[in-house]
């Protein structure tokens, strides 16, 4: 095992007083770029990107360029020694000795955590899976607190695939810190929010609702957070073709929203936001893109200047118990140490935070 890091895999590991002082200084990133020109010059990022990314990936590589750092990387595992069956623990080993912070995608949940067991520099997590997204709920963040002025009492609307959506039980984790916000969960019942992201919103006494009607939701909205029915998460095609086209946001529908909420998503977009909403002046799924890059530079220059170090593994084994999420690393990479937070006969993962039964 590496030695610490200040590694990000879950934003929930760092205060409140950490993310916004992100966010305060993405503004001052966005308000005076000649500022931050040359503050990374002679680091490498690498991003390692195992699974397809238009936004995460090119908005960390010009986040490092525009502070005159240098990336390497690969953005498809088939051209890089992946292919031949090299493990995660062995390309995190070596390609986190050619670089100052390294950057992952990756399709298995506690991906990230894994890498950050044998990394030698920060690990950054860029979404494991269905499991989180750390720098897209930075980036959500930022666009709240830039076109709303507030990260508080605000009604949010999460609307689609919040069963899959990592930006999803990120955002709602996150946003479940700051006061007296409601969450309006627009879901079919077979997509409805884990229960462990639930856990958390009602642990931080936050209201909730699941519901089912989009159109019933929008008059009560400040956003409306509309997300992606993640195809490729589905166990087969009939399931996914089932959900597919549950939610369609037009411009009917807006006339039922109030004049000042605002449409956000992380992309890509499918079918589940008509095109005719582009032009409406509420629809800010763009600009949240651009907010992306800012906030990756703030985060770069913050991870790259931090002498925080989180201990590898908090958590212990249990004899003969493996994580019951089929879609964990630890079912994948045999030879990640197992590793279950908590007490009594339901524990969680530490690696992808499934419950975990253990009689
Ligand atoms: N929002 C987001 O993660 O987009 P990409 O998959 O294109 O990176």
């Given at each position: 095992?590496?030695?610490?890091f200040?590694?990000?895999i879950?934003l929930?590991?760092?205060p409140?007083?950490?993310?916004?002082?992100?966010?305060k200084?993405?503004?001052d990133?966005?308000?005076?770029?000649?500022?931050?020109l040359?503050?990374?010059?002679g680091?490498?990022?690498?991003t390692l990107?195992?699974?397809?990314?238009?936004?995460?990936?090119m908005?960390?590589?010009?986040?490092?360029i525009r502070?005159g750092g240098?990336?390497?990387?690969?953005?498809?595992?088939?051209t890089s020694?992946?292919?031949?069956?090299?493990?995660?623990?062995?390309?995190?080993?070596?390609?986190?000795?050619?670089?100052d912070?390294?950057?992952?995608?990756h399709?298995?949940e506690?991906?990230?955590?894994?890498?950050s067991?044998?990394?030698d520099c920060?690990?950054?997590?860029?979404g494991d899976?269905g499991?989180?997204h750390p720098?897209?709920?930075l980036?959500?963040?930022l666009?709240?607190?830039?076109?709303?002025?507030?990260?508080?009492?605000?009604?949010?609307g999460?609307?689609?695939?919040?069963?899959n959506?990592?930006?999803?039980?990120?955002l709602c984790?996150?946003?479940?810190?700051?006061?007296?916000?409601h969450?309006?969960?627009i879901?079919?019942?077979?997509l409805k929010?884990?229960?462990y992201?639930?856990?958390?919103?009602?642990?931080n006494?936050?209201?909730?609702t699941e519901?089912s009607?989009?159109?019933?939701?929008?008059?009560s909205?400040?956003?409306?957070?509309m997300t992606r029915i993640?195809?490729e998460?589905?166990?087969?095609?009939?399931e996914?073709?089932?959900e597919?086209d549950?939610?369609?946001?037009?411009?009917?529908k807006?006339?039922?929203?109030?004049?000042?909420?605002?449409?956000?998503?992380p992309?890509p977009?499918?079918?589940?936001?008509a095109?005719?909403?582009d032009?409406?002046?509420?629809a800010?799924?763009?600009?949240?893109?651009?907010?992306?890059?800012?906030?990756?530079?703030?985060?770069i220059l913050?991870?790259?200047n931090?002498?925080?170090?989180?201990p590898?593994?908090?958590?212990q084994p249990?004899l003969?118990?493996?994580c019951?999420?089929p879609k964990?690393?630890?079912?994948?990479?045999?030879?990640?140490?197992?590793?279950?937070?908590?007490i009594g006969?339901?524990?969680e993962?530490?690696?992808?935070?499934?419950?975990?039964?253990?009689?």
């Amino acid at each position: 095992m590496s030695k610490g890091f200040p590694h990000l895999i879950d934003l929930n590991d760092y205060p409140i007083s950490w993310w916004n002082k992100i966010i305060k200084l993405g503004h001052d990133i966005k308000n005076n770029p000649q500022d931050y020109l040359d503050v990374c010059k002679g680091k490498i990022m690498a991003t390692l990107f195992y699974e397809p990314s238009t936004r995460t990936q090119m908005s960390f590589q010009t986040a490092m360029i525009r502070l005159g750092g240098s990336i390497i990387g690969f953005d498809n595992p088939s051209t890089s020694s992946v292919f031949k069956g090299e493990n995660l623990k062995d390309t995190t080993k070596v390609i986190s000795s050619y670089s100052d912070i390294l950057i992952i995608r990756h399709p298995n949940e506690g991906a990230a955590k894994a890498a950050s067991l044998t990394s030698d520099c920060p690990v950054i997590n860029a979404g494991d899976g269905g499991h989180l997204h750390p720098t897209q709920t930075l980036t959500d963040l930022l666009t709240l607190k830039e076109e709303k002025c507030r990260l508080d009492n605000l009604v949010i609307g999460l609307c689609g695939d919040l069963k899959n959506g990592r930006t999803v039980h990120s955002l709602c984790k996150a946003l479940s810190c700051y006061p007296n916000n409601h969450f309006v969960l627009i879901s079919t019942e077979d997509l409805k929010l884990p229960a462990y992201v639930k856990d958390v919103l009602t642990v931080n006494n936050c209201k909730f609702t699941e519901v089912s009607s989009l159109e019933e939701s929008l008059p009560s909205l400040d956003v409306l957070y509309m997300t992606r029915i993640q195809k490729e998460r589905f166990a087969s095609e009939e399931e996914y073709l089932a959900e597919k086209d549950t939610y369609i946001l037009d411009r009917k529908k807006m006339l039922r929203a109030p004049k000042d909420m605002i449409i956000l998503h992380p992309l890509p977009r499918v079918e589940e936001i008509a095109i005719e909403v582009d032009d409406d002046k509420r629809a800010l799924y763009f600009k949240q893109a651009e907010y992306g890059v800012y906030i990756r530079m703030a985060l770069i220059l913050t991870i790259l200047n931090s002498k925080t170090i989180f201990p590898n593994l908090v958590g212990q084994p249990y004899l003969g118990v493996a994580c019951s999420n089929p879609k964990c690393i630890t079912n994948y990479e045999h030879y990640l140490p197992k590793s279950f937070r908590g007490i009594g006969d339901i524990v969680e993962c530490e690696y992808c935070d499934e419950r975990v039964l253990l009689k």
